[in-house]
C-alpha cells in the first residue's frame, strides 16, 4: 500500500510535548499521540514509522 500526504507548507520547528493517545485508540499504528499548539488547539501526532517504506 502507497499513501501521500500533502503538505502546503512547513511553518517551522518547534518543541512540544506529546501526550499518550486516550486508551480506546492506543493501538492505532497511524497515531502518535496529541499535543497542545501555541492557540490552545488539540493536534493530533502522526507516527512517522507508519510512513516508512
Known sequence: MKLGIAVERFLGNEEFVIKPLPKSIEGNKL???????????????????????
Request: proline share 4%; net charge negative; aromatic share 14%.
Open 31 to 53: 497515531l502518535l499521540g496529541t499535543t497542545i499548539d501555541y492557540e490552545g488547539n488539540v493536534v493530533i501526532v502522526l507516527n512517522p514509522e507508519y510512513f516508512k517504506m
